[in-house]
């Protein structure tokens, strides 16, 4: 592209200026609190004004704006309550449940019941109050702002005693004009948090046309009520998976940002592909503060593509959105961005620079990832209703993946190693995909960059789960705010490719969950019109245009919004995407799932493991019945169903030893987890390409739930710490690229191979039959080649059940399991995996296995070898507290000897590791 045009400082230099290249300056505040060091990169004298050139981070984007000036008023900060009673030190970003434990006023709020008996510190007020001084020079500016990047929740904001602010929304950034108010000695702020809880139920009662359900949570969530009304973290009232914790606090961080001319307060930047003319354009919006309106150049490049643009432009005063368009160079080669697995996620740096009578008055970088995304929803051949797939960089793709809940309760505890722990054992699950559910929180940057970096596609919903909402005027507005802003933040991140407007409320709506009465009925949809249609879907298309807005999950998408939004069953597997649990019916048939187009969430629960409530309980709570074990279920019926589920399937422990039976329970659980999660997910991944009885071509399997918020049971595969549970080694499996899947239909067993590879295979099935009472295989049986085309399920392998047992001698169902894999002519493709041909706990010949284990260190790390003496399912390894993962774990062991890896995620020992290590499988517990 032409740059022609493009000022370079340079030759814009005015020549009686001084030029001063790279001079490290730091700017001091004095006294406390931490000042954010700006690097000044240029300095020239104007007209005997100095204008220098910063540089400083904004939201990913390293950022620069001319006689900038940031001072970080994060840190420490004083925290009182409301009568005064308690008063200590408090980190900010933070909040008060943190604070007082850091201080030692209260124990690990985690630890036992204590979320019920620290419920008082979400009744009081607290008053966050800070001091601190400003440079003459920072006064000198022409405008100050005070901007808080978050505040959980009610807020009142005082600055020397005046009130400059009122904040009533967690999720928005507010920036308040202070210039005038702040002095040349002691500057006080403060922020006085009004209780979440009685704000809610205040504005509950004020709205008293009409019930805004639901009221209350059950009460097996020991929760607080209405938190429908305030916008806020929506499970920190308590949800079926985590505690009560409304926390209150500057959750994220807060400074003074003064300047002369403008102030960049949000950059994002899109690609936008043009199919019609096959070119890439980059719309880049600058969201600008402006101390008087202001007449300037903006140029815009991408060298590596070398594509670049400059436009004159006129920031208006005031607070403005500012959009600019970069077309990319027609003859450069654009290197697109792909999800896990299907490609790599390279990026362009774009330079933005703004000039003003040919000086720099803005500048600042970013990545920019090219991809598309669409979402598809057209008629299918042979299927009523209509498609719901994601087409990336016009390659249809099946999501596989899981659901993402907040990873904390507090959220100034959720660090960038726990972000990118989750993250990476996502991946290394083989997930492509994760659903950012609307009942937590939209989260940190970081999230979103490391998605972006890992391939990884985020289903981002806006923060509404479960309930109805309400819609007056000042509810609406702050919603307004929110939306645009949390757009305007993630629009530039590729990982994001669906914003989703709630979680479950067109369900709740059309299935009606809060028994609302017939002739009130209509009041209720206008109202979720009004919100999610007329307002978060109007922002987020005026906003955003590169990627598909969906008004709820589940929905019928396309129809739902042919059926006036709110469709007569959002839970249509012809349509949309569907969620399903079913706890009582038997999860190894696959018979009881709906083949829908689209599965968004599903699942089962289990507890985690010991090592991981040990620290959280006492020896009186270790059994399945203790009160501690009811307490942190929050769902009703939730240790009784998982117990039910198990035993449809496998002997429920027995030991006489109550901390053994304990573990066993809990192992349990995670086997029976692992195998229904399994199940149901092959079934979606094998109903990828056909229409069976008009159903099918689903395209997207993301189970509930990847994370946990705190140490209790759950649907999670991943145990809060970061332990994976059993569903997760299975997941790595379940999710590989290439996968067989066996199930029986009309008494025959069929294979299926599915493959995500962009290229065809020929692959056949390999079977093998295993007696339980023998380590080698009774026979084996070997399917023709066949082509299995990419992004593909095929049917590989079909026999009757009874022929496939009268073939191979020496078995019966009961006798008998199978193991099976496929490949070509290089060798094996993809995992082995398993079908059980009747129950385990009806299995003739499973004995103990006697496993008998070695811990090594080699080179490349710690292994453990196994030695069995007979076939043992579900082999469990465990290294108590000891924190990482193994290569594999939860595997059938059908050999004698076997190695597995474990990589230690802290220095360990061989010592330390034989120390710790138990090995369990399934007729150990019984
Ligand atoms: C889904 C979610 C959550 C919930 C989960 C398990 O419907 O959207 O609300 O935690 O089920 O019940």
């Not at 030759?11 to 000044?40: A, C, F, G, I, Q």
């Not at 193994?886 to 474990?902: A, I, P, Q």
Request: glycine residues 6%.
């Amino acid at each position: 592209m032409t740059n022609q045009e493009v000022p370079s400082q340079q030759t814009h230099l005015n020549p009686d200026s001084t030029l001063l290249k790279s001079v490290p300056v730091t700017y001091h505040v004095l006294n406390k609190p931490e000042v954010m060091p700006l690097r000044v990169d240029m300095c020239m004298f104007v007209s005997g004004v100095l204008l220098c050139s910063f540089s400083g981070v904004l939201s990913g984007f390293s950022s620069v704006t001319d006689q900038q000036h940031t001072v970080s008023l994060s840190g420490k900060w004083s925290l009182s309550n409301s009568n005064g009673s308690l008063s200590l030190p408090a980190e900010v970003p933070g909040c008060v449940h943190s604070a007082l434990q850091q201080q030692g006023f209260i124990q690990d709020p985690y630890f036992r019941f204590n979320d019920v008996s620290y419920r008082w510190i979400a009744f009081d007020n607290w008053t966050y109050t800070t001091t601190f001084n400003v440079s003459t020079q920072l006064r000198s500016k022409q405008k100050v702002l005070l901007v808080f990047d978050g505040v959980d929740t009610v807020a009142s904001i005082q600055l020397n005693g005046v009130s400059v602010g009122k904040t009533d929304n967690m999720f928005r950034r507010y920036d308040l004009s202070v210039r005038d108010l702040l002095t040349d000695g002691d500057n006080v702020l403060k922020v006085s948090f009004s209780s979440p809880v009685l704000y809610a139920s205040e504005r509950r009662k004020a709205h008293s046309a009409y019930r805004v359900p639901p009221e209350c949570p059950p009460d097996v969530q020991k929760g607080e009520c209405h938190v429908n009304f305030i916008r806020k973290e929506q499970s920190s009232f308590s949800w079926d998976w985590g505690p009560s914790f409304p926390t209150m606090g500057l959750w994220k961080g807060v400074r003074l940002e003064a300047f002369d001319v403008l102030q960049l307060i949000q950059v994002s930047s899109v690609p936008l592909y043009n199919f019609s003319v096959s070119q890439w354009r980059v719309q880049v919006q600058l969201l600008v503060d402006a101390v008087q309106t202001t007449n300037g150049q903006i140029t815009l490049s991408i060298p590596e593509l070398d594509s670049e643009q400059t436009v004159q432009t006129k920031f208006l005063s005031g607070k403005t959105k500012n959009s600019f368009t970069l077309h990319i160079n027609t003859s450069s080669q654009v290197k697109q961005w792909w999800p896990n697995g299907h490609g790599d996620q390279p990026f362009y740096q774009l330079t933005v620079r703004g000039f003003q009578d040919g000086f720099l008055v803005l500048s600042t970088e970013s990545k920019v990832y090219f991809r598309t995304v669409e979402l598809v929803q057209e008629p299918v051949v042979g299927s009523p209703g209509l498609s719901f797939y994601f087409r990336i960089n016009g390659k249809p793709i099946f999501l596989k993946g899981s659901n993402w809940i907040p990873a904390h309760s507090f959220q100034d505890q959720v660090s960038p190693a726990v972000l990118r722990n989750l993250l990476q054992s996502a991946v290394d699950a083989n997930m492509n995909a994760l659903r950012v559910w609307g009942g937590g929180v939209y989260e940190q940057d970081l999230f979103y960059s490391i998605c972006d970096e890992m391939g990884i596609m985020v289903w981002q919903d806006f923060m509404f789960a479960c309930a109805m909402y309400p819609t007056e005027d000042d509810f609406i507005q702050t919603v307004r705010e929110e939306v645009s802003q949390q757009v305007q933040r993630l629009k530039s991140h590729p990982s994001v490719i669906i914003w989703s407007g709630n979680n479950e409320n067109e369900a709740a709506l059309a299935t009606d969950w809060f028994s609302i009465p017939v002739s009130q009925r209509p009041l209720y949809r206008k109202d979720y019109v009004t919100l999610y249609v007329n307002n978060v879907r109007a922002i987020v298309r005026e906003e955003d245009e590169s990627r598909p807005f969906l008004v709820s999950s589940p929905t019928n998408g396309a129809e739902s919004e042919q059926e006036g939004w709110v469709a007569a069953n959002p839970y249509d597997p012809l349509y949309g995407d569907t969620h399903f649990y079913s706890y009582f019916l038997d999860c190894w048939d696959w018979r009881t799932f709906p083949r829908t187009r689209f599965a968004s969430e599903y699942g089962f629960q289990s507890w985690p493991s010991f090592s991981t409530l040990q620290p959280v309980s006492i020896k009186a709570d270790w059994s399945y019945n203790s009160s501690f074990s009811s307490h942190r279920q929050h769902h009703e019926n939730g240790n009784q169903q998982m117990l039910l589920q198990a035993a449809l399937h496998f002997n429920l422990p027995n030991a006489t030893d109550p901390l053994k039976r304990f573990t066993d329970t809990l192992y349990i659980t995670q086997v029976t987890q692992a195998q229904c999660v399994k199940t149901q997910t092959e079934f979606y991944r094998r109903s990828q390409s056909e229409i069976i009885e008009g159903k099918g071509r689903t395209m997207g399997a993301l189970y509930w739930q990847l994370n946990d918020i705190w140490q209790a049971p759950s649907w999670s595969s991943i145990e809060f710490g970061g332990k994976w549970k059993m569903l997760h080694y299975f997941a790595q499996s379940f999710f590989a690229a290439v996968l067989p899947v066996a199930f029986e239909d009309d008494d025959a067993l069929l294979i299926y191979a599915i493959s995500d590879l962009s290229h065809d295979l020929k692959l056949r099935a390999a079977v093998s039959a295993y007696s339980w009472a023998d380590l080698d295989p009774v026979c084996t049986l070997k399917s023709d080649l066949l082509l299995v085309p990419g992004g593909s399920a095929a049917a590989i392998f079909k026999q009757p059940v009874a022929a496939l047992l009268a073939g191979c001698g020496r078995c019966t169902r009961l006798t008998c399991l199978l193991t099976f894999h496929l490949e070509d002519s290089s060798g094996q493709q993809g995992p082995t995996n398993h079908h059980f041909l009747s129950s385990p706990k009806d299995a003739q010949g499973l004995q103990k296995p006697n496993i008998t284990a070695k811990v090594q260190q080699d080179a490349t790390g710690y292994t453990v070898t196994l030695h069995s003496a007979s076939v043992a399912p579900f082999v469990w390894l465990d290294v108590g507290n000891v924190p990482g993962r193994f290569s594999s774990n939860g595997f059938l062991m059908v050999s004698r000897n076997m190695t597995v890896g474990f990589e230690a995620w802290r220095p360990t020992s061989v010592a330390e590791l034989s120390r710790s290590l138990t090995v369990t499988s399934l007729a150990d517990v019984y």
